[in-house]
């Protein structure tokens, strides 16, 4: 009799898939994580997004010209240009204003 009531218990606790789904949730997230980890961790990946990948030095130089002087552009300035600046006057056309008539005194 307790032989048959332990093998009862036996099959039923085996036959149970409660939890079953929660497991293979949790293995497939693991298998999504190490691919993540992976490609993140590439060579391949770090060369194009990375801190000196080709995607930023493509953009370095537009966005550096177009912070500093906030008009379009793509070469950041090398060197000093007193004369005639983009940030100043671009086109014939001073991108600041100033009043029509002086001021009073």
Not at 2 to 20: A, C, E, H
Not at 63 to 90: C, L, Q, W
Request: charged share 25%; proline share 3%; no cysteine.
């Amino acid at each position: 009799m307790d032989m048959d009531r332990f093998y009862n218990q036996r099959k039923t606790l085996l036959d149970n898939q409660s939890g079953q789904s929660m497991v293979e949730y949790i293995l497939l997230l693991a298998v999504v994580i190490s691919i993540v980890s992976v490609v993140f961790n590439s060579d391949l990946f770090k060369g194009y997004f990375g801190d000196g990948g080709q995607l930023a030095q493509a953009f370095r130089g537009k966005i550096e010209y177009t912070y500093t002087h906030a008009v379009n552009g793509k070469e950041f300035f090398r060197r000093p240009n007193y004369e005639s600046h983009d940030s100043y006057e671009k086109g014939g056309n001073s991108r600041f204003f100033s009043a029509t008539d002086p001021y009073p005194k």
